[in-house]
């Protein structure tokens, strides 16, 4: 059975750091693309960043682009998503994702992935 789970949210004051973790179970992350996407209340979900399976390149979306740093570590079968310098804004719930499909570049177009997680809530207020 194929899982995402997120941890790793919480509350955190501008400027502050948060590492979210992605950990995969019942499929092997080494072949496939994951995604980090947000969604803030009352706003649609929103790509964030993703990473590519065979090579490890990554995609930013300009509003985390030099602060978030994608990882990930096929051993554990788990991605990372470092965030640094948050701002208020960066306040949501964050998900990984996955379309599951063999060596497929990534993408942060949400209507393409098949499996999510549940989310883990990221909340940067003083």
């Known amino acids: 059975q194929v899982q995402l789970v997120e941890s790793g949210g919480g509350l955190v004051q501008p400027g502050g750091s948060l590492r979210l973790s992605c950990a995969a179970s019942g499929f092997t992350l080494d072949y496939y693309a994951i995604g980090w996407f947000r969604q803030a209340p009352g706003k649609e979900r929103e790509g964030v960043s993703c990473i590519n399976s065979k090579d490890g390149s990554t995609y930013y979306a300009d509003s985390v682009k030099g602060r978030f740093t994608i990882s990930r570590d096929n051993a554990k079968n788990t991605v990372y998503l470092q965030m640094n310098s948050l701002k208020p804004e960066d306040t949501a719930v964050y998900y990984c994702?996955?379309?599951?499909?063999?060596?497929?570049?990534?993408?942060?177009?949400?209507?393409?992935?098949?499996?999510w997680g549940k989310g883990t809530l990221v909340t940067v207020s003083s």
């Open positions: 994702a996955t379309d599951l499909i063999v060596l497929r570049r990534c993408t942060v177009v949400a209507a393409y992935m098949g499996y």
